[in-house]
């Protein structure tokens, strides 16, 4: 008979046997919160690079673990680990999995995720998550993965929280609001008390007109990327927090270090203090250090770095890069005595300067740019 | 940094109709203003960006030249018009900054940049410049970077542009747009010595554009060159500069410039150092007499007046490598 | 083993991340739906917070939580420094203010845009009392430093100074002067702070030390060592800042605790300057004495530092005079004086940068006393031994760094007199000094697996902090294994890997190499014991003795033909891997043994006659520090230390308003560090040097000698090319007028 397990309540344990390698038991994972999924079939094979960096953004995020039950496999997901997959399919096996997902009501409503708090009580329930358009049941899990994300953490207070921090957070307010949100498509809510002292948010600031989050284009690398920030985001911080580009290094945020130089339209600035908005496609186009290398083949200027040793800690090293490509084809360095003045805008903090120097004379004598 | 609205305009009439409301500044290169904004010294409401009106030539203008406001640094500083005919003006901005700065930077925000003094950067310090009357706590604080020129009992603060150094050596002028119309503005009377009211920095009127500079042809222009010291070897502002042009003939000074960069409030003319050269053959002797007649009057301060010293020698020794080039 | 990839200018395997922007430093660790926090900080140095308006800021969209130190959770320990590298922090657990940028309040929120903004509206007033900054002043308060364990004391006496003093030919009396500097890391201190529950803390933060961060916030939140998890992969520069666990990773696992949320909190570049430490103030009095012949008679070195008032943290200056020159007579002493300021903290070559300014500056003035030559007078005194603490040195071809650098850098061109040297319009000159810095060892434990692929993996807790640890471990493993490099993956920076020390004094390669090392070679010989006892294969029944490994490969010494693969022999013995941890001491000869590095810097500065303004034109720097694991990266070392030493000897200093005690020179404007422009191309001379004693490898450590001395040649070079002595760094221009 199936129930359908609530948002509130206790999350069923279970303990997986038919795993040849270990027994896997949700009790013995309490103490974090823990990402249950469930899925006719998965595979860690559909599961490529960029989605498995998904899945543990998503799991940071959480601070939970995931444990994918799947008929032929389980899958054990912690952010900085390799997977562990006990993929022995057996007839034990899928029937162990099945028991599990009709405990958890969505033995016929898979996929399905549930996110168990640090104490066992689930606080997200999705279950039928939609598989087509999402990429698959991979892409599917990434995507309720996310819906997980926003519903438990946003805006103003998580539910992962358990009794104990909530008194010791009294001050922070809006926390109601942010527990009526998260569990609005998740059925039953199940109101916790509020912190002593906790008030309803007080309403924002105002904000000038026009100052809202704005949907912008912007042309990276040859692609365009959509963003939706507010007009305050420098091209560095959009690149580097928003767009998932974190080649791009902040070392100031004034202007007085280079570390954060891109080309914009091909001539090398200085991202930290360029706005986002002003750089929107189709008004400029946007060159970082991730646009430089073709699939495995890197830039002349990437491997002369490397061949010199132009770098120690390598934080400068996007920037130098990027301002000694600026440089070469801009067309005004006179001479190889001149590169020291044309790329004194790129602080190194380690010193790695005399080979950095090497590497673009290098490459300026070998008219490799 | 405070929110704020952005909007980019490409006319200039509706530029100038936003910028009549409160709160806008206009945005160039951002080098200055999204700097000042990050540290909560600027905190406008509205950005207008000015980056896509037409305003970027560079062109001559009869024996002279006409450059547009939002004509880049670099842009300025290698252009072929202005590096043989304005030598000093090409390199005083090549001095200036970073290439990556100078690729963003422009003319009109050069102009317009703010002193680099450290209390002025910091909005949690008292300073008159940015909160008028809460003090000038650089008097007696840390000075080594402040001004011995031009200086008030309110500011001491640097002007820190190089490019105004120069164009004020070459008797440039800038021209504004506002609501009332154009103006032309001379290079010396654009910035103000900092008085009693040392927010007030240039003749510039809330919301009026600059469109252009225009640079005359002169008998000195050619011959003209910018010397700048500074604590490393590129990549840090002026402790001391100077722009000088002479124009020599028959052996002797017809006219000169002689202009200060960073030991006043605002570039400094040195007209007692012009006259110490006019009339007199260029030698080490006028050139040591004007370099003493520029600092005639410099007020220094426990941390700064090393500076008294350091820009009498930067204006002896701008002359004589003049003299030398040519 | 015949091919040795140790030694070998191998590049850096870590190279094709860094240069495309794929290394993944502590702040770009992918959190989805992560909160930021920015740090509010205090706008006086000294008094109590009587009100915080936290209620504009809290109205702020997207703002999650603003923490003060009236809603903040107790952290205790927070004041509580129980180890070397223990800081007390200042989480928001009162109202005192003890000094400028102090964090008083902490805003988390959606975007980093909000949490800023927040930040900047969160009104503190305060009580302010007077604040003192100015340490001349405060001298005569000076006040000894309790000797910490495992550390030279601060005081030492030997022979007869006075006596000495009376019949010298020729002594110099000066004080020096190094002012507060700022390690300036170009990547800011970030941590992304993680609880996963109320019992689980994982910590992606920007370290030397993971394993003393995880001992220190494991404390401080009353964790459980092994359920906080540190993971530093890529550390942009540290320089001594990031050995401690400042007040910033504490607030940000505070704030992630209180909202249940993943925190991001990157500190600013201003503050950097405000609260994760810096080179302190020292000022230091030298008298050198020698007789005519110029055998150094005797040697005083008094250094007085500056430290907060809550922390103790003296810069140990004086003790390389104890054991630099063959002296008999050396007095030398550590004084502190307290300052209404933030904690100081270790900088590359804590003590021996700063102290050899002094030191090797005042023997700069005794050679034109004595009208000899400055390298001959060093040579003169030559320690053959080590007069500090009497023992032999390990090793030590000092004098080889001497004649090599002097030969390529032509010193014997130099004219004695000052001022007398040109180059066109610029005054040249000439200086040399000597660098030495010691060659520690600490326990360190490291695990190596060879797969069942023939592949192997090893691991190290440690970190990289641009020094080629990932390098050096790679090709010392892959020696050690019988493997070639291609085959070996190094990895570290995680504390589920084996513990390893702090990345500081120079220490990693030494100690996290030996461990390295002897797990390698544990591997490969159960890999040969299975070969040759196991079951079948070429090489079975055979000695261990007669086998060879060479790139992965077992052969015979007698009949080369005979081959085992590392994938045949586990293959066939059933086995899917074979792995041995190792947990490696401080070798034992090091006890009989003074153990440093040595190196001679040879420079050429030009000086502006108007303007004063100083160019280093060429250096010439030799150094012998044991076996170099890899030429390339140590050649990288030595030339970052000497950039350092430039912008110690020209650019550095931070300065404070006298009046407030408030820093005013705080941004990369302000606060000069050398650019592009200010760095010659260097001849780096690395003298072959065997050592059997020093530890398991046989290398001394490069990180950190390379600064040291590099501020004394340069004014030694000053005085040289102008006549005027600077015994006050930083030499601006200013002081050359
Ligand atoms: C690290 C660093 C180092 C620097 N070093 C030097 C140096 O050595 N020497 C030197 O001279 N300068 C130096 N600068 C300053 C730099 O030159 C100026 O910031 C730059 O020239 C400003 O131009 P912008 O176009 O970026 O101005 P913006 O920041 O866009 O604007 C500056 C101000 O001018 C206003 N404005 C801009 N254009 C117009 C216009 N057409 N009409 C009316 N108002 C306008 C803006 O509203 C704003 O208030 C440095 C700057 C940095 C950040
Ligand atoms: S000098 Fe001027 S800008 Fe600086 S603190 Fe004083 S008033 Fe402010
Ligand atoms: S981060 Fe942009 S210049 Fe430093
Ligand atoms: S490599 Fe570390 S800052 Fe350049």
């Given at each position: 008979m199936t129930h359908a397990i609530a948002v509130g309540a206790s999350a069923p344990d279970f303990t997986l046997r038919s795993l040849s390698a270990s027994a896997l038991a949700?009790?013995?994972?309490?103490?974090?919160?823990?990402?249950?999924?469930?899925?006719?079939?998965?595979?860690?094979?559909?599961?490529?690079?960029?989605?498995?960096?998904?899945?543990?953004?998503?799991?940071?995020?959480?601070?939970?673990?995931?444990?994918?039950?799947?008929?032929?496999?389980?899958?054990?997901?912690?952010?900085?680990?390799?997977?562990?997959?006990?993929?022995?399919?057996?007839?034990?096996?899928?029937?162990?999995?099945?028991?599990?997902?009709?405990?958890?009501?969505?033995?016929?409503?898979?996929?399905?995720?549930?996110?168990?708090?640090?104490?066992?009580?689930?606080?997200?329930?999705?279950?039928?998550?939609?598989?087509?358009?999402?990429?698959?049941?991979?892409?599917?899990?990434?995507?309720?993965?996310?819906?997980?994300?926003?519903?438990?953490?946003?805006?103003?207070?998580?539910?992962?929280?358990?009794?104990?921090?909530?008194?010791?957070?009294?001050?922070?307010?809006?926390?109601?609001?942010?527990?009526?949100?998260?569990?609005?498509?998740?059925?039953?809510?199940?109101?916790?008390?509020?912190?002593?002292?906790?008030?309803?948010?007080?309403?924002?600031?105002?904000?000038?007109?026009?100052?809202?989050?704005?949907?912008?284009?912007?042309?990276?690398?040859?692609?365009?990327?959509?963003?939706?920030?507010?007009?305050?985001?420098?091209?560095?911080?959009?690149?580097?927090?928003?767009?998932?580009?974190?080649?791009?290094?902040?070392?100031?945020?004034?202007?007085?270090?280079?570390?954060?130089?891109?080309?914009?339209?091909?001539?090398?600035?200085?991202?930290?203090?360029?706005?986002?908005?002003?750089?929107?496609?189709?008004?400029?186009?946007?060159?970082?250090?991730?646009?430089?290398?073709?699939?495995?083949?890197?830039?002349?200027?990437?491997?002369?770095?490397?061949?010199?040793?132009?770098?120690?800690?390598?934080?400068?090293?996007?920037?130098?890069?990027?301002?000694?490509?600026?440089?070469?084809?801009?067309?005004?360095?006179?001479?190889?005595?001149?590169?020291?003045?044309?790329?004194?805008?790129?602080?190194?903090?380690?010193?790695?300067?005399?080979?950095?120097?090497?590497?673009?004379?290098?490459?300026?004598?070998?008219?490799?740019? | 940094m405070k929110p704020f609205a952005y909007s980019r305009e490409t006319g200039l009439d509706h530029a100038l109709a936003r910028g009549k409301e409160?709160?806008?500044?206009?945005?160039?290169?951002?080098?200055?203003?999204?700097?000042?904004?990050?540290?909560?010294?600027?905190?406008?409401?509205?950005?207008?960006?000015?980056?896509?009106?037409?305003?970027?030539?560079?062109?001559?203008?009869?024996?002279?030249?006409?450059?547009?406001?939002?004509?880049?640094?670099?842009?300025?500083?290698?252009?072929?018009?202005?590096?043989?005919?304005?030598?000093?003006?090409?390199?005083?901005?090549?001095?200036?900054?970073?290439?990556q700065l100078r690729n963003m930077a422009s003319v009109g925000g050069n102009l317009l940049q703010r002193t680099r003094c450290s209390y002025f950067r910091d909005p949690s310090s008292p300073c008159n410049k940015r909160m008028a009357g809460s003090g000038c706590p650089a008097l007696d604080g840390y000075n080594r970077s402040n001004a011995i020129l031009g200086v008030s009992s309110s500011c001491i603060a640097t002007h820190p542009s190089d490019m105004a150094v120069a164009l004020l050596a070459l008797d440039a002028v800038v021209h504004v747009r506002g609501g009332g119309g154009e103006r032309a503005v001379p290079m010396g009377d654009f910035h103000v010595a900092p008085g009693s009211t040392p927010a007030v920095e240039t003749a510039l009127q809330k919301g009026e554009i600059i469109t252009h500079v225009t640079v005359p042809a002169s008998p000195f222009a050619q011959r003209s060159h910018y010397v700048k010291v500074r604590d490393r070897a590129s990549y840090a502002f002026a402790l001391s500069s100077a722009a000088v042009a002479l124009d020599v003939s028959g052996g002797v000074v017809k006219s000169a410039r002689v202009v200060l960069g960073g030991v006043a409030t605002k570039p400094w003319r040195a007209t007692e150092a012009e006259a110490e050269l006019v009339g007199k053959p260029p030698t080490s002797m006028s050139f040591d007499a004007a370099g003493a007649a520029a600092v005639r009057g410099a007020v220094p301060r426990t941390h700064n007046a090393f500076k008294v010293e350091l820009a009498k020698r930067t204006v002896a020794r701008a002359l004589r490598d003049l003299v030398g080039k040519a | 083993m015949t091919a040795s990839s140790v030694g070998k200018p191998l590049d850096r395997v870590d190279g094709r991340l860094k240069v495309t922007g794929t290394a993944t430093f502590s702040a770009e660790v992918a959190v989805a739906n992560v909160a930021h926090a920015v740090i509010v900080g205090a706008t006086i140095s000294k008094g109590k917070i009587t009100a915080l308006d936290v209620g504009e800021a809290q109205r702020v969209p997207g703002v999650v939580a603003v923490l003060t130190h009236l809603n903040a959770a107790k952290v205790p320990g927070a004041d509580k420094p129980t180890e070397m590298t223990d800081k007390v922090v200042q989480v928001l657990q009162n109202d005192a203010v003890l000094y400028d940028g102090q964090p008083i309040a902490l805003v988390v929120a959606d975007t980093l845009e909000h949490a800023s903004h927040a930040a900047s509206l969160v009104k503190a007033t305060y009580a302010a009392e007077a604040a003192i900054c100015e340490m001349d002043k405060e001298i005569g308060a000076g006040f000894a430093p309790k000797a910490a364990p495992g550390r030279p004391p601060p005081d030492s006496n030997r022979g007869d100074i006075d006596a000495a003093l009376a019949t010298a030919f020729a002594r110099v009396d000066a004080t020096y002067t190094t002012p507060c500097e700022n390690h300036n890391p170009l990547e800011m201190h970030a941590t992304i702070a993680v609880f996963q529950g109320e019992d689980h803390l994982t910590l992606y933060d920007a370290t030397q030390g993971i394993f003393g961060l995880r001992k220190r916030i494991s404390k401080a939140f009353d964790l459980k060592p092994e359920n906080v998890r540190v993971i530093s992969h890529f550390v942009g520069g540290g320089f001594g800042s990031k050995g401690s666990a400042w007040s910033h990773v504490f607030l940000a696992a505070?704030?992630?605790?209180?909202?249940?949320?993943?925190?991001?909190?990157?500190?600013?570049?201003?503050?950097?300057?405000?609260?994760?430490?810096?080179?302190?103030?020292?000022?230091?009095?030298?008298?050198?004495?020698?007789?005519?012949?110029?055998?150094?008679?005797?040697?005083?070195?008094?250094?007085?530092?500056?430290?907060?008032?809550?922390?103790?943290?003296?810069?140990?200056?004086?003790?390389?005079?104890?054991?630099?020159?063959?002296?008999?007579?050396?007095?030398?002493?550590?004084?502190?004086?307290?300052?209404?300021?933030?904690?100081?903290?270790?900088?590359?070559?804590?003590?021996?940068?700063?102290?050899?300014?002094?030191?090797?500056?005042?023997?700069?003035?005794?050679?034109?006393?004595?009208?000899?030559?400055?390298?001959?007078?060093?040579?003169?005194?030559?320690?053959?031994?080590?007069?500090?603490?009497?023992?032999?040195?390990?090793?030590?071809?000092?004098?080889?760094?001497?004649?090599?650098?002097?030969?390529?850098?032509?010193?014997?061109?130099?004219?004695?007199?000052?001022?007398?040297?040109?180059?066109?319009?610029?005054?040249?000159?000439?200086?040399?000094?000597?660098?030495?810095?010691?060659?520690?060892?600490?326990?360190?434990?490291?695990?190596?697996?060879?797969?069942?692929?023939?592949?192997?993996?090893?691991?190290?807790?440690?970190?990289?902090?641009?020094?080629?640890?990932?390098?050096?471990?790679?090709?010392?493993?892959?020696?050690?294994?019988?493997?070639?490099?291609?085959?070996?993956?190094?990895?570290?920076?995680?504390?589920?890997?084996?513990?390893?020390?702090?990345?500081?004094?120079?220490?990693?390669?030494?100690?996290?190499?030996?461990?390295?090392?002897?797990?390698?070679?544990?591997?490969?010989?159960?890999?040969?014991?299975?070969?040759?006892?196991?079951?079948?294969?070429?090489?079975?029944?055979?000695?261990?003795?007669?086998?060879?490994?060479?790139?992965?490969?077992?052969?015979?010494?007698?009949?080369?033909?005979?081959?085992?693969?590392?994938?045949?022999?586990?293959?066939?013995?059933?086995?899917?891997?074979?792995?041995?941890?190792?947990?490696?001491?401080?070798?034992?000869?090091?006890?009989?043994?003074?153990?440093?590095?040595?190196?001679?810097?040879?420079?050429?500065?030009?000086?502006?006659?108007?303007?004063?303004?100083?160019?280093?034109?060429?250096?010439?720097?030799?150094?012998?520090?044991?076996?170099?694991?890899?030429?390339?990266?140590?050649?990288?070392?030595?030339?970052?230390?000497?950039?350092?030493g430039l912008g110690l000897a020209l650019h550095e200093h931070t300065e404070r308003d006298p009046r407030t005690s408030r820093v005013v020179t705080k941004d990369l404007a302000d606060y000069h560090v050398p650019v592009h422009a200010d760095v010659p191309d260097m001849d780096i001379v690395m003298v072959d040097e065997v050592d059997p004693y020093v530890n398991e490898i046989g290398a001394k450590g490069v990180g950190e000698i390379g600064i040291v001395g590099v501020g004394a040649a340069i004014a030694n070079a000053v005085y040289h090319a102008t006549g005027k002595r600077v015994r006050s760094l930083p030499i601006t221009l200013d002081k050359l007028l």
């Open positions: 949700l009790r013995a994972l309490r103490g974090r919160p823990v990402v249950l999924a469930f899925a006719d079939t998965f595979s860690i094979g559909g599961a490529n690079a960029d989605l498995l960096r998904e899945i543990r953004a998503h799991l940071r995020g959480l601070g939970a673990v995931l444990v994918v039950l799947a008929k032929s496999a389980v899958f054990y997901f912690r952010p900085d680990d390799d997977v562990e997959a006990f993929d022995d399919a057996s007839p034990e096996l899928a029937r162990e999995v099945r028991d599990i997902a009709t405990a958890y009501g969505c033995e016929r409503a898979m996929p399905a995720l549930f996110v168990v708090d640090s104490e066992g009580v689930v606080r997200f329930a999705r279950r039928n998550v939609d598989i087509q358009g999402a990429g698959g049941v991979e892409g599917a899990l990434v995507a309720a993965l996310d819906a997980a994300g926003r519903a438990v953490l946003s805006p103003k207070r998580s539910l992962l929280l358990t009794r104990r921090e909530w008194v010791v957070t009294g001050l922070v307010a809006g926390f109601i609001l942010a527990f009526v949100d998260g569990c609005r498509d998740n059925g039953a809510p199940s109101p916790m008390p509020p912190a002593p002292g906790a008030s309803a948010a007080p309403p924002p600031l105002p904000a000038p007109p026009g100052s809202g989050d704005i949907d912008v284009t912007l042309n990276v690398n040859g692609t365009d990327r959509q963003v939706r920030i507010d007009p305050r985001v420098s091209l560095l911080d959009a690149v580097r927090e928003r767009l998932a580009l974190p080649g791009t290094k902040k070392g100031c945020d004034h202007g007085q270090c280079g570390a954060c130089t891109v080309l914009v339209d091909g001539m090398r600035v200085n991202a930290c203090l360029t706005l986002a908005i002003a750089t929107q496609a189709p008004w400029a186009k946007i060159t970082t250090i991730e646009g430089l290398a073709t699939g495995e083949n890197l830039h002349p200027l990437q491997r002369a770095f490397i061949a010199e040793d132009g770098f120690q800690c390598g934080y400068c090293t996007p920037g130098q890069i990027m301002s000694a490509l600026g440089m070469l084809t801009e067309g005004h360095l006179k001479n190889d005595a001149d590169i020291r003045e044309q790329m004194s805008g790129n602080i190194c903090r380690c010193g790695a300067y005399p080979n950095i120097v090497a590497a673009i004379a290098g490459v300026r004598a070998r008219k490799e740019v | 409160d709160g806008v500044r206009y945005l160039a290169g951002g080098t200055t203003l999204i700097d000042l904004m990050r540290l909560g010294v600027e905190e406008p409401s509205t950005v207008v960006d000015l980056r896509a009106l037409p305003l970027r030539d560079i062109k001559a203008d009869g024996d002279g030249v006409q450059i547009g406001a939002l004509a880049t640094n670099t842009e300025v500083a290698y252009h072929p018009l202005i590096a043989k005919a304005y030598p000093v003006l090409s390199e005083a901005l090549l001095s200036g900054a970073s290439p | 505070m704030a992630s605790r209180a909202t249940g949320r993943a925190v991001k909190l990157s500190i600013t570049r201003q503050q950097m300057f405000a609260f994760v430490g810096y080179r302190p103030q020292t000022i230091q009095q030298v008298t050198a004495a020698a007789s005519k012949d110029g055998t150094l008679v005797a040697l005083r070195h008094e250094v007085t530092s500056a430290t907060s008032r809550f922390d103790t943290f003296a810069e140990p200056s004086a003790n390389v005079t104890r054991m630099l020159y063959a002296c008999p007579n050396v007095k030398t002493s550590h004084r502190l004086v307290r300052l209404d300021v933030a904690t100081p903290t270790f900088t590359r070559a804590p003590g021996e940068a700063s102290g050899s300014f002094a030191l090797e500056s005042a023997l700069d003035e005794l050679s034109y006393s004595l009208k000899m030559d400055p390298l001959a007078l060093r040579l003169k005194n030559y320690a053959e031994t080590d007069p500090d603490e009497k023992k032999p040195f390990s090793s030590k071809t000092l004098r080889d760094c001497y004649t090599q650098g002097a030969a390529k850098f032509g010193w014997s061109k130099r004219k004695p007199e000052p001022r007398s040297m040109r180059d066109g319009n610029w005054l040249v000159g000439f200086g040399m000094a000597t660098a030495t810095y010691p060659s520690r060892q600490s326990a360190a434990s490291a695990l190596a697996r060879v797969k069942k692929d023939g592949s192997a993996q090893v691991l190290a807790g440690s970190q990289d902090i641009g020094t080629g640890t990932y390098t050096i471990m790679t090709q010392i493993a892959a020696d050690a294994l019988g493997m070639s490099v291609e085959r070996v993956h190094f990895d570290l920076g995680d504390t589920t890997f084996p513990e390893t020390p702090v990345s500081g004094g120079s220490q990693t390669a030494s100690s996290v190499g030996s461990a390295v090392k002897r797990a390698g070679m544990a591997v490969r010989t159960k890999l040969i014991d299975l070969a040759v006892k196991g079951k079948g294969g070429p090489l079975n029944g055979m000695s261990a003795e007669q086998v060879d490994a060479e790139a992965g490969v077992l052969v015979s010494k007698q009949d080369r033909t005979k081959s085992d693969s590392y994938e045949a022999v586990l293959a066939r013995n059933g086995l899917d891997q074979i792995e041995e941890k190792i947990d490696e001491k401080e070798k034992a000869e090091r006890k009989d043994h003074s153990t440093h590095a040595f190196g001679a810097h040879f420079i050429e500065v030009k000086v502006d006659p108007d303007f004063g303004e100083v160019r280093v034109s060429r250096v010439v720097s030799a150094f012998a520090a044991g076996k170099i694991l890899n030429r390339k990266t140590a050649r990288s070392q030595f030339i970052g230390g000497i950039v350092w």
